[in-house]
């Protein structure tokens, strides 16, 4: 509301318009995510990056809104795990310092790739290839 009050500031065509059939739409993935998410101890950006793709929402914005959901859930569990004395430190650095490196190296290698051929194909490659990851790695390992 408040973009288009002040003459549409920062309005881009794929911004999701939150009126009508489109915020119930929403408001129920929203729902259904979040309860799926939870019942399999997934992260919500499993489960919304594909959902926000089908609506239209650029490869970009949805990694990133996938990212920023999964870091809420994950700092509920670390703190739970440190509060009950279960956290094994030296082996949390060690993922941290990892994990940090291959974004770093992910991020440069997927803007090179974008400014060379204009696309964001890439993103929605590796998004599927992570739920397809997801979806056989979390019943193999949880069982």
């Known amino acids: 509301m408040l973009k288009k009050k002040f003459q549409n500031i920062n309005l881009v065509e794929s911004d999701l318009k939150f009126e009508g059939k489109t915020l119930w739409i929403v408001l129920f993935l929203a729902f259904m995510g979040g309860w799926v998410a939870g019942a399999l101890g997934l992260g919500g950006g499993s489960i919304f990056n594909p959902l926000l793709l089908s609506m239209g929402v650029p490869p970009k914005v949805s990694s990133a809104t996938g990212m920023y959901l999964v870091t809420f859930s994950k700092i509920?569990?670390?703190?739970?795990y440190f509060l009950s004395g279960e956290l094994c430190m030296s082996f949390a650095i060690w993922i941290a310092a990892w994990s940090?490196?291959?974004?770093?190296?992910?991020?440069?290698?997927?803007?090179?790739?974008?400014e060379k051929y204009g696309r964001q194909s890439i993103l929605v490659f590796f998004l599927t290839f992570v739920l397809g990851l997801s979806c056989i790695g979390v019943p193999y390992f949880g069982y």
């Not at 940090?100 to 974008?114: A, H, Q, R």
């Open 100 to 114: 940090t490196f291959g974004s770093v190296i992910g991020l440069f290698l997927t803007n090179i790739y974008m």
């Open 76 to 80: 509920c569990a670390c703190l739970i």
